[in-house]
């Protein structure tokens, strides 16, 4: 009898409990908020989704029948470079495997340095590519030439400017081939250095590749990195190299990845010996450059790859806008500042996991702090450079 009372007499109630809820509802504490959870929701649906299976994925051993491997490397005015990497290349830990230099149209010493190279390394190959009067040509045309001249039929690919992270690295790289697969993305890092700029560029590469790998992880790849990037050299001979946008300058990596990998033909291959290194760059102007480069490609993107790559930095903003006007109007602080609290734990969680993986110790911790810097001062000034902004020519 008293649960019948009290359903009665909370039935009488309703209509002003209704009234109450309508009149909250149209205010614009009540729309602060509900934007603020729905954005709060997404972004950590994306923590859980993307990122979390790259946090617990554990990389296989390679096969015991290990495939042939040509390594394909292009360079121009690279002697530097050379002589200080390559041979960490060409003495890797691999039972058979060729280098492959393209030497494109160098004025430099890297000719007379790759003869000197190619007699103590029987398995340096080098293509020379002579400077045409009145005529000019991208990395595509080097990587091309490097390609055509490769007798294996997997490829794994870096640049001249980048140097394994051990002996292992071929090695480690092959492990992501299984039956099916015909593409496997690798992860490259920039060199650890002190200073704003340096973190800043190695987060925004971090993000990039937990991105990245957590999507392909998902069946959803939208792009490889060339400075570590492997996939079968008949692949790229069935849609004709990169003719489908020989027009951009960039483009032979990511928008490469992005025409041919499908849900399941992608794998990847994720640890501490399965990495490159580079060097990063040294001022805010030449990084600004290099970003601008590498954004130039966004656009040409599939459809859903965009509309997926856009959904975590505009549910940001949407999160961290309303947040702040709730707290300016000091509405439900405790709400808003526990919500952006939990969020953070998960990112700096999930984001270590995977910073372990990519020998980038500092990054997960660092997280939420660079975030902020990095999306309120530089991705608007990125995005507004690459819409105005020539496109660099292959140097």
Same mark, same amino acid.
């Given at each position: 009898?008293?649960?019948?009372?009290?359903?009665?007499?909370?039935?009488?109630?309703? &209509?002003?409990? /209704? =009234?109450?809820?309508?009149?909250?509802?149209? #205010?614009?504490?009540?729309?602060?908020? $509900? @934007?603020? +959870?729905?954005?709060?929701?997404?972004?950590?649906?994306?923590?859980?989704?993307?990122?979390?299976?790259?946090?617990?994925?554990?990389?296989?051993?390679?096969?015991?029948?290990?495939?042939?491997?040509?390594?394909?490397?292009?360079?121009?005015?690279?002697?530097?470079?050379?002589?200080?990497?390559?041979?960490?290349?060409?003495?890797?830990?691999?039972?058979?495997?060729?280098?492959?230099?393209?030497?494109?149209?160098?004025?430099?010493?890297?000719?007379?340095?790759?003869?000197?190279?190619?007699?103590?390394?029987?398995?340096?190959?080098?293509?020379?590519?002579?400077?045409?009067?009145?005529?000019?040509?991208?990395?595509?045309?080097?990587?091309?030439?490097?390609?055509?001249?490769?007798?294996?039929?997997?490829?794994?690919?870096?640049?001249?400017?980048?140097? &394994?992270?051990? /002996? =292992?690295?071929?090695?480690?790289?092959?492990? #992501?081939?299984?039956?099916?697969?015909? $593409? @496997?993305? +690798?992860?490259?890092?920039?060199?650890?250095?002190?200073?704003?700029?340096?973190?800043?560029?190695?987060?925004?590469?971090?993000?990039?590749?937990?991105?990245?790998?957590?999507?392909?992880?998902?069946?959803?790849?939208?792009?490889?990195?060339?400075?570590?990037?492997?996939?079968?050299?008949?692949?790229?001979?069935?849609?004709?190299?990169?003719?489908?946008?020989?027009?951009?300058?960039?483009?032979?990596?990511?928008?490469?990845?992005?025409?041919?990998?499908?849900?399941?033909?992608?794998?990847?291959?994720?640890?501490?010996?399965?990495?490159?290194?580079?060097?990063?760059?040294?001022?805010?102007?030449?990084?600004?450059?290099?970003?601008?480069?590498?954004?130039?490609?966004?656009?040409?993107?599939?459809?859903?790859?965009?509309?997926?790559?856009?959904?975590? &930095?505009?549910?940001?903003?949407?999160?961290?806008?309303?947040?702040?006007?709730?707290?300016?109007?000091?509405?439900?602080?405790?709400?808003?500042?526990?919500?952006?609290?939990?969020?953070?734990?998960?990112?700096?969680?999930?984001?270590?996991?995977?910073?372990?993986?990519?020998?980038?110790?500092?990054?997960?911790?660092?997280?939420?702090?660079?975030?902020?810097?990095?999306?309120?001062?530089?991705?608007?000034?990125?995005?507004?450079?690459?819409?105005?902004?020539?496109?660099?020519?292959?140097?």
């Amino acid at each position: 009898m008293h649960i019948a009372w009290d359903l009665i007499i909370l039935l009488l109630s309703a &209509p002003m409990l /209704n =009234q109450e809820l309508i009149n909250i509802e149209f #205010g614009p504490q009540l729309i602060i908020l $509900i @934007v603020f +959870g729905l954005a709060l929701i997404i972004q950590i649906a994306l923590l859980f989704i993307r990122y979390l299976p790259l946090a617990l994925f554990k990389q296989k051993e390679a096969d015991e029948n290990l495939p042939s491997v040509s390594v394909v490397i292009c360079a121009r005015n690279e002697e530097e470079n050379i002589e200080k990497y390559l041979p960490l290349v060409l003495n890797q830990d691999y039972p058979n495997f060729e280098v492959i230099v393209v030497n494109d149209c160098s004025w430099d010493n890297s000719y007379d340095l790759l003869e000197k190279l190619k007699k103590s390394h029987p398995n340096l190959k080098v293509a020379e590519i002579k400077q045409v009067e009145n005529r000019e040509h991208g990395k595509k045309f080097a990587l091309t030439i490097g390609i055509k001249a490769a007798v294996n039929d997997i490829l794994l690919l870096t640049d001249a400017d980048c140097y &394994p992270s051990s /002996n =292992q690295w071929i090695k480690q790289m092959m492990s #992501g081939y299984r039956p099916n697969k015909y $593409i @496997v993305l +690798g992860y490259g890092k920039y060199d650890r250095k002190p200073g704003l700029l340096n973190n800043l560029i190695r987060y925004d590469t971090f993000m990039i590749g937990s991105t990245s790998l957590g999507m392909a992880l998902r069946g959803n790849t939208y792009m490889g990195v060339g400075r570590n990037l492997s996939y079968h050299r008949a692949l790229f001979f069935a849609v004709k190299g990169f003719a489908s946008h020989i027009h951009l300058a960039s483009g032979d990596d990511d928008l490469f990845v992005n025409e041919v990998a499908d849900s399941k033909n992608t794998a990847i291959a994720v640890s501490p010996e399965s990495l490159t290194i580079s060097n990063p760059k040294e001022t805010f102007s030449a990084w600004m450059r290099q970003k601008k480069r590498h954004l130039s490609t966004g656009k040409h993107y599939k459809s859903k790859h965009k509309f997926l790559l856009v959904l975590e &930095p505009a549910t940001w903003y949407l999160m961290m806008i309303s947040a702040i006007a709730g707290l300016l109007i000091q509405y439900n602080l405790l709400i808003l500042i526990s919500g952006l609290c939990l969020r953070a734990c998960l990112q700096i969680g999930i984001l270590h996991a995977i910073a372990k993986k990519f020998a980038e110790t500092d990054m997960g911790w660092k997280s939420p702090f660079l975030e902020v810097i990095y999306k309120i001062f530089l991705a608007p000034v990125f995005a507004f450079y690459s819409l105005f902004a020539k496109q660099s020519k292959w140097t």
